[in-house]
């Protein structure tokens, strides 16, 4: 039976048509187990992911295999990114008893959702000392039957294991000065001099890091946190990672030194970086870091924005390499030969710059595009050109699949950087961008008591709940969004969504911060996590959200919601601060304030009312609120009793509680504010 058609998952979807007897995760599938006394198979994927199609290939779509699995299983398939609590719940449970983790997820549960049996990806036949997946099921099956106690008794010592791993949220106090300079010095020993980022290989984008270096660097001057913030992005940006013919960024890298990407891109590293390379203009004037944020933002806008208007969640890593073959990077690799078919006499001045080899940096004697450090000079001129050329040879090759559904978070996370990069640049096509998700969100996601969903896709919306990181990183959307185009209803939707976040995920009693709503579908346990993964944490997202619109409104509860939150930071921040980056943002904003402009002008389109309130937007001041209008509008309180000053449009800066003289000049606010 075909269970997985009419989703809205493109993930599900793409399995709808496997010989297993695929269920969506819900009760009527423990149901289904229970009655006829058999495990549950968990298989959890998403639609970018490399080796879950590989698995797929292999397992699902084979018959044998599958008539084994519907005789002696009940096969559950999750989207993550639908699912996100349940993925990351069984996650750690994977994590505790392997010691890793990854995807595809392969968990057995009891009918009673309790897991006793993990592994990722399985091969067909026994290989590098891994079981083949027949084997795991034989294997599985045969417990069940003869060891049944035995099982039982494994999977309720993993659920009590988990019961005891919640969050001690014992101090309240958010860092100060001291944990924020240990988490700079455990970042400086942890950072790579020679290749920038953090660690070894594999090596992921560390956005939220560089985030806090920038807003140290802005609050204390600190030369180090910014040097570290800048080579970074200059290597990642030179690296083959970074997409140089179409812009945008890969999900990763698989060596240390950016070379080699893991070629999925997602959603929500472009829109995360997006963000810092403007953020490293504002602070620099780099026109690296303005290219960058450009080409990215046209990156997400050009590929990944649906007909709806809103954004895709990912491309995919494979695609058809011109015989048939889906393999993984086909689209954006290039051979010598093959710059030669295009480029002609020009083949050579391509290879040279963009770092192709005859023996390739990837596989097959292909290369994937870098500007290596060493370039040399080229004719800007003839490089566009070349550029141009191999990008629209590239556009005849098969490309990537999209998994076109829509993320909220992921959304909230693209408005906001679409909304700043506009702004910055003078580009309002990237702010109506912005504005579109956003109405998208409105329309769709949000329902009349301002609960959100998580997915949508052709405009009809997913079935599932959102969690803690919807709702944050849309209020943070909607909150830049409310600052750049001064339009109050986004700091209204903003404030719904945030009393959902006090009302329905914060515990009372410590402030802790749960990912699930306390009314949300019962897992085996509640999740729960503080660090940052991919994406800034829900729990560190929505303190800064919560801090932002305290200082936007005024409001006690909601300021007070972010310190109690940040408590936690203060704990981790010192000990792991390349996992917890944006809750040292956010503690960066609460030390300086965070700082609170109103500009104020006779109209939103006279002149210097725009100079000043893009100045205004440009500054560095961490976590820095804008408002804009009219001394007599009602759209945000900040602009309450603020006049004009000589009839002319004036500035006001505001911080903890004390408020600067109110200026014309933009250069008096640009040094209130720090920026260019």
Not at 17 to 27: C, E, L, M, S
Not at 409 to 427: Q, V
Not at 436 to 448: I, M, N, P, Y
Request: glycine share 10%.
């Amino acid at each position: 039976m075909n269970r997985l058609a009419g989703v809205t998952s493109p993930y599900l979807l793409q399995h709808a048509d496997n010989p297993v007897d695929w269920w969506p995760w819900g009760p009527e599938a423990f149901e289904e187990a229970k009655r006829r006394d058999v495990p549950v198979l968990l298989s959890v994927g998403y639609s970018a992911c490399h080796w879950c199609h590989v698995m797929a290939h292999e397992s699902f779509e084979d018959q044998e295999t599958a008539d084994y699995l519907n005789e002696h299983f009940v096969s559950v398939k999750v989207d993550r990114e639908e699912r996100p609590d349940v993925d990351a719940v069984y996650m750690e449970a994977v994590q505790a008893a392997t010691g890793q983790g990854g995807w595809p997820m392969t968990v057995f549960l009891t009918p009673d959702a309790e897991p006793f049996y993990f592994g990722t990806y399985f091969p067909p036949e026994p290989r590098h000392g891994m079981p083949s997946f027949r084997q795991v099921l034989e294997g599985v099956q045969q417990a069940w039957s003869t060891r049944r106690e035995e099982v039982g008794e494994v999977a309720g010592k993993i659920v009590r294991d988990l019961a005891q791993r919640e969050i001690a949220h014992e101090g309240t106090r958010p860092p100060g000065e001291q944990e924020l300079a240990q988490a700079l010095l455990g970042l400086t020993r942890e950072y790579d001099p020679q290749r920038g980022g953090f660690g070894g290989a594999p090596k992921f984008p560390p956005s939220m890091v560089l985030e806090f270096l920038l807003r140290h660097h802005a609050r204390t001057g600190a030369e180090g946190a910014l040097q570290m913030a800048q080579d970074t992005c200059e290597r990642m940006a030179r690296g083959g990672i970074y997409d140089q013919l179409g812009g945008g960024f890969a999900r990763y890298s698989v060596d240390r030194d950016w070379t080699v990407p893991h070629f999925e891109k997602m959603l929500y590293d472009n829109a995360l970086l997006c963000r810092v390379y403007a953020h490293l203009w504002r602070v620099t004037g780099s026109g690296l870091a303005r290219r960058v944020a450009l080409e990215t933002a046209d990156f997400l806008v050009r590929e990944l924005r649906t007909d709806d208007g809103g954004f895709a969640s990912a491309l995919d890593a494979d695609s058809d390499d011109g015989s048939g073959r889906h393999v993984e990077g086909a689209y954006y690799v290039w051979t010598p030969e093959q710059l030669r078919d295009v480029l002609g006499d020009d083949a050579e001045v391509a290879a040279q710059f963009f770092g192709v080899t005859e023996e390739g940096t990837f596989e097959e004697g292909q290369s994937v595009l870098r500007l290596p450090q060493d370039e040399g000079v080229f004719d800007a001129e003839k490089i566009a050109s070349v550029k141009g050329r191999l990008l629209a040879a590239r556009a005849l090759r098969t490309a990537p699949g999209r998994d076109d559904k829509v993320v909220a978070a992921w959304n909230g996370l693209a408005i906001a950087a679409l909304a700043e990069t506009g702004a910055y640049f003078d580009r309002p096509d990237l702010v109506e961008a912005a504005l579109g998700a956003a109405d998208l969100l409105v329309r769709v996601h949000l329902d009349e008591h301002g609960r959100l969903a998580r997915t949508s896709k052709d405009g009809r919306v997913g079935p599932n709940s959102g969690v803690l990181e919807d709702y944050a990183d849309v209020a943070e959307g909607f909150l830049a969004l409310a600052s750049v185009t001064g339009e109050g209803v986004w700091l209204d939707f903003a404030g719904l969504l945030l009393g959902q976040v006090l009302d329905r995920f914060t515990d009372p009693g410590s402030g802790a911060l749960y990912d699930t709503a306390a009314d949300a579908e019962r897992l085996i346990r509640r999740p729960q996590d503080p660090t940052d993964n991919a994406t800034p944490s829900g729990w560190s997202a929505a303190a800064g959200a919560l801090l932002s619109y305290a200082a936007h409104t005024g409001s006690e509860a909601h300021r007070t919601a972010a310190e109690r939150a940040l408590g936690i930071v203060g704990a981790l921040g010192p000990r792991v601060p390349r996992f917890i980056g944006w809750g040292l943002a956010v503690a960066e904003a609460l030390l300086d304030g965070p700082r609170e402009v109103a500009v104020v002008g006779p109209s939103l389109t006279d002149e210097a009312t725009a100079t000043l309130h893009r100045t205004a937007l440009q500054g560095t001041a961490p976590g820095a609120v804008v408002a804009v209008g009219t001394p007599d509008g009602d759209e945000f309180p900040l602009l309450a009793d603020r006049p004009l000053v000589s009839g002319a449009a004036a500035a006001y800066v505001c911080r903890n509680f004390t408020c600067d003289a109110p200026t014309t000049d933009p250069d008096r606010l640009r040094s209130a504010l720090g920026g260019r």
